[in-house]
Protein backbone atom coordinates (compact mmCIF):
# COMPACT_ATOMS: atom_id res chain seq x y z
CA UNK A 1 0.00 0.00 0.00
CA UNK A 2 1.58 3.40 -0.95
CA UNK A 3 1.83 6.11 1.82
CA UNK A 4 0.83 9.61 0.49
CA UNK A 5 0.77 13.46 2.08
CA UNK A 6 -2.65 13.91 3.91
CA UNK A 7 -4.31 17.02 3.11
CA UNK A 8 -6.84 18.71 5.49
CA UNK A 9 -10.23 18.49 4.30
CA UNK A 10 -12.88 20.49 5.87
CA UNK A 11 -16.54 19.91 5.60
CA UNK A 12 -19.30 22.38 5.53
CA UNK A 13 -23.10 21.50 5.45
CA UNK A 14 -26.14 20.43 7.73
CA UNK A 15 -25.17 18.09 10.15
CA UNK A 16 -27.76 15.26 9.11
CA UNK A 17 -26.04 15.00 5.10
CA UNK A 18 -22.00 15.54 6.81
CA UNK A 19 -22.35 12.92 8.77
CA UNK A 20 -23.15 10.00 6.78
CA UNK A 21 -20.79 11.84 3.64
CA UNK A 22 -17.87 11.35 6.38
CA UNK A 23 -18.36 8.26 7.54
CA UNK A 24 -18.85 6.77 3.89
CA UNK A 25 -15.40 9.02 3.38
CA UNK A 26 -13.92 7.12 6.53
CA UNK A 27 -15.06 3.80 4.90
CA UNK A 28 -13.30 4.08 1.49
CA UNK A 29 -9.90 3.94 3.40
CA UNK A 30 -8.59 7.07 1.61
CA UNK A 31 -9.69 9.69 4.55
CA UNK A 32 -8.34 9.74 8.36
CA UNK A 33 -10.90 11.50 10.87
CA UNK A 34 -8.93 13.79 13.37
CA UNK A 35 -11.37 15.11 16.62
CA UNK A 36 -11.27 18.79 16.58
CA UNK A 37 -10.56 19.10 19.98
CA UNK A 38 -7.28 16.71 19.71
CA UNK A 39 -5.79 19.34 17.33
CA UNK A 40 -6.76 21.55 19.52
CA UNK A 41 -4.96 20.51 22.54
CA UNK A 42 -2.03 18.78 20.66
CA UNK A 43 0.40 22.03 19.75
CA UNK A 44 3.14 20.11 17.62
CA UNK A 45 0.00 18.04 15.99
CA UNK A 46 -1.84 20.87 14.86
CA UNK A 47 1.89 23.55 13.88
CA UNK A 48 2.20 20.24 11.57
CA UNK A 49 -1.01 21.07 9.59
CA UNK A 50 -1.70 23.25 6.51
CA UNK A 51 -4.27 24.49 4.73
CA UNK A 52 -4.05 24.12 0.72
CA UNK A 53 -5.29 26.92 -0.53
CA UNK A 54 -4.43 25.70 -4.23
CA UNK A 55 -7.15 24.27 -6.02
CA UNK A 56 -5.37 20.93 -8.09
CA UNK A 57 -7.77 20.52 -10.86
CA UNK A 58 -6.66 24.30 -11.96
CA UNK A 59 -3.30 23.02 -13.17
CA UNK A 60 -5.27 20.23 -14.99
CA UNK A 61 -7.44 22.64 -16.57
CA UNK A 62 -4.38 24.43 -18.02
CA UNK A 63 -3.36 21.37 -19.52
CA UNK A 64 -6.69 20.45 -20.42
CA UNK A 65 -7.06 24.05 -22.09
CA UNK A 66 -3.84 23.39 -24.05
CA UNK A 67 -4.88 20.09 -25.72
CA UNK A 68 -7.50 21.47 -27.11
CA UNK A 69 -6.35 24.73 -28.31
CA UNK A 70 -3.43 22.54 -29.90
CA UNK A 71 -6.27 20.52 -31.67
CA UNK A 72 -7.37 23.77 -32.96
CA UNK A 73 -10.95 23.49 -31.01
CA UNK A 74 -12.29 25.50 -28.03
CA UNK A 75 -12.27 24.25 -24.73
CA UNK A 76 -16.01 23.07 -24.22
CA UNK A 77 -18.21 25.07 -21.53
CA UNK A 78 -17.78 23.79 -17.78
CA UNK A 79 -20.98 21.58 -17.49
CA UNK A 80 -21.91 19.06 -14.43
CA UNK A 81 -21.07 15.73 -15.11
CA UNK A 82 -22.31 12.68 -13.37
CA UNK A 83 -19.05 11.09 -11.40
CA UNK A 84 -19.21 7.51 -9.65
CA UNK A 85 -17.58 6.52 -6.36
CA UNK A 86 -14.15 5.26 -8.50
CA UNK A 87 -13.34 8.74 -9.49
CA UNK A 88 -10.88 10.69 -8.06
CA UNK A 89 -8.27 13.55 -8.88
CA UNK A 90 -5.87 10.88 -9.33
CA UNK A 91 -7.30 9.13 -11.50
CA UNK A 92 -7.97 12.66 -13.89
CA UNK A 93 -4.63 13.62 -13.77
CA UNK A 94 -3.64 10.52 -14.90
CA UNK A 95 -6.12 10.67 -18.00
CA UNK A 96 -4.85 14.20 -18.35
CA UNK A 97 -1.06 13.65 -18.24
CA UNK A 98 -1.39 10.66 -20.50
CA UNK A 99 -3.15 12.80 -23.25
CA UNK A 100 -0.64 15.36 -22.84
CA UNK A 101 2.26 12.91 -22.91
CA UNK A 102 1.07 11.36 -26.05
CA UNK A 103 0.85 15.30 -27.13
CA UNK A 104 4.10 15.85 -26.70
CA UNK A 105 5.67 12.93 -28.44
CA UNK A 106 3.73 13.86 -31.71
CA UNK A 107 4.59 17.22 -31.37
CA UNK A 108 8.51 16.21 -31.34
CA UNK A 109 8.17 13.70 -34.13
CA UNK A 110 6.24 16.65 -36.12
CA UNK A 111 9.53 19.04 -35.49
CA UNK A 112 12.20 16.06 -36.37
CA UNK A 113 9.43 15.81 -40.04
CA UNK A 114 9.87 19.25 -40.39
CA UNK A 115 13.15 19.52 -39.69
CA UNK A 116 14.16 16.55 -42.05
CA UNK A 117 12.15 18.28 -45.00
CA UNK A 118 13.64 21.04 -44.95
CA UNK A 119 16.89 19.70 -45.25
CA UNK A 120 15.87 17.52 -48.18
CA UNK A 121 13.86 21.11 -49.74
CA UNK A 122 17.79 22.38 -49.15
CA UNK A 123 19.48 19.42 -50.67
CA UNK A 124 17.34 19.82 -53.71
CA UNK A 125 17.47 23.69 -53.98
CA UNK A 126 21.22 23.48 -53.63
CA UNK A 127 21.31 20.47 -56.33
CA UNK A 128 19.41 21.91 -59.22
CA UNK A 129 20.88 25.58 -59.40
CA UNK A 130 24.32 23.89 -59.59
CA UNK A 131 23.29 22.21 -61.98
CA UNK A 132 22.15 24.29 -64.09
CA UNK A 133 25.78 25.94 -63.80
CA UNK A 134 26.89 22.80 -64.89
CA UNK A 135 28.76 22.65 -60.99
CA UNK A 136 29.27 19.70 -59.09
CA UNK A 137 28.17 20.13 -55.56
CA UNK A 138 31.17 19.12 -53.87
CA UNK A 139 32.63 22.51 -56.27
CA UNK A 140 31.59 25.00 -53.95
CA UNK A 141 32.48 22.90 -50.48
CA UNK A 142 36.33 22.38 -51.78
CA UNK A 143 36.89 26.49 -52.13
CA UNK A 144 39.84 27.56 -50.54
CA UNK A 145 39.87 31.61 -51.30
CA UNK A 146 36.47 32.46 -50.99
CA UNK A 147 33.58 31.11 -48.06
CA UNK A 148 30.56 30.18 -49.83
CA UNK A 149 27.38 30.41 -47.15
CA UNK A 150 24.36 28.45 -48.57
CA UNK A 151 20.45 29.26 -47.17
CA UNK A 152 17.53 30.52 -47.09
CA UNK A 153 15.49 34.18 -45.58
CA UNK A 154 12.39 35.95 -46.38
CA UNK A 155 12.05 37.79 -49.81
CA UNK A 156 12.12 41.33 -47.43
CA UNK A 157 15.14 40.19 -45.29
CA UNK A 158 16.86 39.52 -49.31
CA UNK A 159 16.30 43.21 -50.05
CA UNK A 160 17.87 44.54 -47.18
CA UNK A 161 20.46 41.92 -47.36
CA UNK A 162 21.34 43.20 -50.70
CA UNK A 163 20.93 47.25 -49.45
CA UNK A 164 23.32 46.32 -46.84
CA UNK A 165 26.05 44.62 -48.71
CA UNK A 166 26.41 47.18 -51.42
CA UNK A 167 29.65 48.03 -49.91
CA UNK A 168 31.02 45.03 -48.48
CA UNK A 169 33.16 42.43 -49.40
CA UNK A 170 29.87 39.93 -50.08
CA UNK A 171 27.80 38.30 -52.37
CA UNK A 172 24.64 37.06 -52.54
CA UNK A 173 23.13 35.10 -55.21
CA UNK A 174 19.44 34.62 -55.33
CA UNK A 175 18.84 30.70 -56.45
CA UNK A 176 15.37 29.90 -56.55
CA UNK A 177 12.44 30.96 -54.37
CA UNK A 178 9.51 28.76 -52.88
CA UNK A 179 6.67 31.24 -51.38
CA UNK A 180 8.10 33.98 -48.96
CA UNK A 181 11.42 32.18 -48.79
CA UNK A 182 14.43 33.21 -51.34
CA UNK A 183 17.28 30.37 -51.81
CA UNK A 184 20.44 32.48 -52.36
CA UNK A 185 23.99 31.53 -52.21
CA UNK A 186 26.27 34.10 -49.89
CA UNK A 187 30.19 33.95 -50.87
CA UNK A 188 32.91 36.00 -49.03
CA UNK A 189 36.01 36.17 -48.19
CA UNK A 190 38.08 34.70 -45.40
CA UNK A 191 39.03 37.59 -44.10
CA UNK A 192 35.32 38.82 -43.83
CA UNK A 193 34.24 35.84 -41.92
CA UNK A 194 32.98 38.05 -38.84
CA UNK A 195 31.13 40.55 -40.50
CA UNK A 196 29.24 38.38 -43.13
CA UNK A 197 27.79 36.22 -40.00
CA UNK A 198 27.12 39.46 -38.17
CA UNK A 199 24.91 40.63 -41.27
CA UNK A 200 22.98 37.61 -42.39
CA UNK A 201 22.44 36.95 -38.25
CA UNK A 202 20.87 40.56 -39.06
CA UNK A 203 18.75 39.54 -41.64
CA UNK A 204 17.48 36.24 -39.85
CA UNK A 205 19.45 34.18 -42.65
CA UNK A 206 18.85 30.39 -41.96
CA UNK A 207 22.35 28.64 -43.13
CA UNK A 208 22.13 25.02 -44.18
CA UNK A 209 25.92 23.02 -43.78
CA UNK A 210 26.83 22.07 -47.26
CA UNK A 211 29.05 19.39 -46.05
CA UNK A 212 25.47 17.67 -44.69
CA UNK A 213 23.81 18.56 -47.62
CA UNK A 214 26.03 16.85 -49.55
CA UNK A 215 26.33 13.58 -47.53
CA UNK A 216 22.06 13.88 -48.06
CA UNK A 217 22.95 14.16 -51.57
CA UNK A 218 25.52 10.48 -52.17
CA UNK A 219 23.65 7.90 -53.12
CA UNK A 220 20.32 9.34 -53.77
CA UNK A 221 18.29 11.45 -57.40
CA UNK A 222 17.10 14.69 -56.12
Request: hydrophobic share 40%; with cysteine; aromatic share 8%.
Amino acid sequence: MAVMKMVALTMVGPHEEMEPAARRMVLSGGFQPLPLDFLINDRNLRSRITTETNNPYDELLGKMSMIWKVSGENIPDPEPIPLDSEFSYYKARRLVENAANKLETWGKRRDTLIEELEQLEAAKAYVEALTALDMKPQELSDTQFVLAHFGRLSADNFIRLEETTLDAPLMAVELSRAGDNVWILIFTVPGYKEGAGKILDAVYFREYSLIEILTACQGRTL
